[in-house]
Every structure is written in structure tokens, then in C-alpha cells.
């Protein structure tokens, strides 16, 4: 990328040229110039310097779309000449939540790094709205998501789905009633929830039940709104979280119900029992996704194909 594009770039995304020439290792003053040159060259502003942080101008929103095309040649670039290569040399930077980064790449990372030691592998943590927003800015070079809403704007590599079941702590009184639904830890290890001889509950039962529930924009908040609009109840909010790994551990802790990925289950403990969710939307099916039209280096079509064969054989 040119320089100047680079200072403009570093701008947008900082907000304040105070903040972008420390990025930058610039003094202000002369990361003002550069920019200023570039809006004399063009004749018009490319901020709107009254706002805080900066907002682009009609004009530098047009500066910017093209930077991110010109971004997007010289990276695609970099990859065909790495895949001159074969497999030997490149980077994959990649973008998952929590849940995600600690529970379901791993294996993949590994089981990838093992065959292709001489790609180097990054990884980001964030939430997934951020995550979205960094692949269109080319931060990350991909994620992963389980909402349909983004099929416009990504092109979609099915990879991985995981299966949403209710812990609840295992002291609670409805686990009496509910006891012939109910799964042990052991239960979900040994993949009985995913027999189709395994009973499945609606919520009912779980009025009366605290919940901890993750927040608003969370892909699984909006799966547990459908279960309870389903089973007709208005659940009663104990806490809600950022975060699913948190809740679990919550919920294993015996504050409340939550709803969780049966990924998460990885031991047997006694403390928390599990219930099939009787819901089309209890199954997430999650895509790599990409921006639309982007090349697809051999380093990342290699990863995609790493990660079904680990998943397709679980």
C-alpha cells in the first residue's frame, strides 16, 4: 500500500490523527501535512475534522472503498505468490470468539500446523459483530458465523455445527420432573443426545427457573428468545453475560439455567445435568466465511479442508 494510503487508512481506523500517528510512529504534526497534501491533490477534505473521532467526508469514503480495493489486489497478490510456493510459506490470520478460539480450534490448529508447518497462524479474539467488521477491513482473513442475515455479503465455506442443549444445575428441583429427559455429562460425552432415540424437551417446565442468558447481539441470545416464545414463558433473568463459556461455568456453579454448545461439555462432573432441546434452531450450522469474490489462497483452502475432515470424523 502507498504510504499516503496507509496514513489515511490509519487515520479512519484510529479516529484521531493523535491516535493514528502514534500507530504510526509519526509526530502529528507531520502526518497532518501528508494527509493535507493528499486532500489538496484531490480538493476537497477527506475528514471532517469538527467531529470527534473523525468522521470521513462524502469524499473520503470514496478514498477509503478504494483503499480497501486496492488492499484487496495487493493481498491477493501476496497469496498467488505464496502459492507459487505450495504450501511451504504464508499466513492465515483468522478471527473467533472465545468460545470458539478455546474450544473448537485448537484441534484444528494443530492437526493444520502439523501438516503445514511453514504457514504461520494467527488468531484474534472478539466478538462477533467486531469480527465482522475486521474481515471487511481486511484485519482478519476470515471467521466463522452461524447467522444466515450475512449471506449477501461473505461467501460461505460450511465447516462445523454443534448442538445446543439447557445445563442446569443439577440441584434444581425441576431435574425430579424432568428426569427421564434429563442427561448426565457422561450422557452428552458419549454423543446420546445426537441419537434420534434421545428425548427432547420444550421449556415449560423451566418458568419458575433462573437463567443466565447471554446479551443482546449474541447469536445464542437470539436462539434462546425462539425457545422461550416456543414454550410460551417469559424466563425469569438471573444474569446475562458476554460471553458463552461463562455462563456454562455459571451454570456449573449452580446460579442458574443456561444454554450452551455441547462442545463445551468435557467431563462427566456430577453437578450439572442437560437437556435435548426439542427446536429446529438448536442446531447451529457454522461457515468460514470470506468477502465475497475474494481469491482463496491455497494456505486458506487447506485450512477449510483440515478443519471438515476433524469435524466430519468427530
Same mark, same amino acid.
Given at each position: ?66 483503499v480497501r480495493q486496492f488492499q484487496a ?118 454423543? %446420546? *443426545?445426537?441419537? &434420534?432415540?434421545? !428425548?427432547?424437551? /420444550? ?7 433462573? $437463567? =443466565? ?42 446460579l442458574g439455567a443456561a444454554f450452551i ?22 442446531? %447451529? *450450522?457454522?461457515? &468460514?466465511?470470506? !468477502?465475497?469474490? /475474494? ?7 487447506? $485450512? =477449510? ?10
Amino acid at each position: 500500500m502507498h504510504q499516503e494510503m496507509k496514513y489515511i487508512y490509519t487515520v479512519y481506523q484510529k479516529g484521531s490523527f493523535s491516535k493514528a500517528a502514534a500507530a504510526l510512529y509519526l509526530t502529528q504534526p507531520a502526518l497532518s501535512i501528508a494527509v493535507q497534501k493528499v486532500e489538496a491533490e484531490i480538493g476537497m477534505p477527506l475528514f471532517d475534522r469538527n467531529r470527534q473521532p473523525l468522521k470521513l467526508t462524502e469524499a473520503g469514503e470514496i478514498y477509503i472503498r478504494k483503499v480497501r480495493q486496492f488492499q484487496a489486489l495487493e493481498d491477493e497478490m501476496k497469496q498467488q505468490f505464496h502459492d507459487l510456493s505450495g504450501l511451504n510459506t504464508g499466513s492465515i490470520c483468522i478471527g473467533g470468539s472465545h468460545y470458539f478460539n478455546s474450544y473448537v480450534l485448537p484441534p484444528v490448529l494443530t492437526a493444520y500446523a502439523g501438516r503445514h508447518p511453514g504457514i504461520r497462524l494467527e488468531l484474534v479474539e472478539a466478538g462477533s459483530y467486531e469480527l465482522l467488521g475486521l474481515l471487511k477491513d481486511r484485519v482478519i482473513d476470515t471467521t466463522f458465523s452461524c447467522n444466515p442475515l450475512y449471506e449477501d455479503d461473505f461467501d460461505r465455506h460450511p465447516v462445523f455445527q454443534d448442538i445446543v442443549l439447557l445445563a442446569v444445575p443439577a440441584s434444581y428441583k425441576v431435574n425430579i420432573v424432568l428426569r427421564d429427559f434429563a442427561l448426565t455429562g457422561e450422557d452428552v460425552l458419549k454423543k %446420546r *443426545h445426537m441419537e &434420534l432415540s434421545c !428425548p427432547s424437551i /420444550r421449556l415449560e417446565a423451566f418458568g419458575d427457573t433462573p $437463567f =443466565i442468558l447471554l446479551t443482546e447481539g449474541n447469536n445464542l441470545h437470539a436462539r434462546s428468545k425462539h425457545f422461550f416464545a416456543a414454550a410460551g414463558i417469559t424466563p425469569v433473568v438471573r444474569l446475562k453475560v458476554a460471553q458463552l463459556v461463562t455462563a456454562y461455568h455459571l451454570a456449573r456453579g449452580g446460579l442458574g439455567a443456561a444454554f450452551i454448545s455441547d462442545i463445551l461439555v468435557t467431563d462427566p462432573g456430577p453437578d450439572t445435568l442437560y437437556y435435548k432441546i426439542d427446536s429446529c434452531q438448536a442446531v %447451529r *450450522h457454522f461457515d &468460514l466465511i470470506l !468477502p465475497k469474490g /475474494r481469491y482463496l489462497s491455497n494456505a486458506l483452502r487447506e $485450512f =477449510i479442508q483440515v478443519f471438515k475432515e476433524f469435524y466430519q470424523r468427530s
